[in-house]
């Protein structure tokens, strides 16, 4: 177990570090699954999603601990390791020619494979500086992070294959409303069928942060223009990635 999220661990790995490690905040988990690397069973409610937007009280986009979120991105990772992203892969190497460290589709897909995931708002996890580039302030929690920036639905660590989520929004079958804070509307992260092309969008996303890149450089080499980027902040990038890639 590492509720810190900043060990790697075997794909697929995904919600074992999550179920069952009671750390604060985990209302609804800890329910002792997940010793394995096995994909956890679907929790009961799964599929009976109420409301949208977000709200400081709980409930979907809210900072309360979701497990169907959780494993929403797992089942998100799985798609991304398995997609073909031939459609962008023109845009993709301008981003790894730019990248700090350089990296091919098939790089991306065994990435996706490897992530981990966490529910950001309860996270204990200590910014130090270099996990989180310029994102969080040193010393800080990735809970506190979540808590006082409520429009964020997720953090990639810079150094290693942690992804943290804002679990409630990704177990929404809705769109949310208040995305980033700035009233932008987030799609659906799930579906009937499962992860939708959107969340798959987010993830890579955050695997392209683990090369190097944050976002204001990352926006620029997508050719977003300032005032895209401006209107909707980084959730341009995922919205470029999904027109290019899916
Ligand atoms: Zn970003």
New binding site residues.
Partial sequence: MDPSGLQDCPAPCFSTTVFGTGIGGAAGGGDGRGTGGDIPEVPDGFDTPSGGGYSATGGYGSNEYVAAGIINAGLAALKLAQANLDNCKDLLAQVSSASTTHFTIADINRRASALSFFDGASSPTISDGSNFGAQIPVNQTVGQFFISTPGVIAL?QANGNAVFVRSSVWASFTPITGALGLGIVSPPFQSASGPTTFAMATLL??VL?KYGL??IP?ASVLGISEKDFASNS?QS?TMKLLDKCW
């Fill in positions: 990639s996303h955050e942060h944050e976002d990352l980084s990038i």
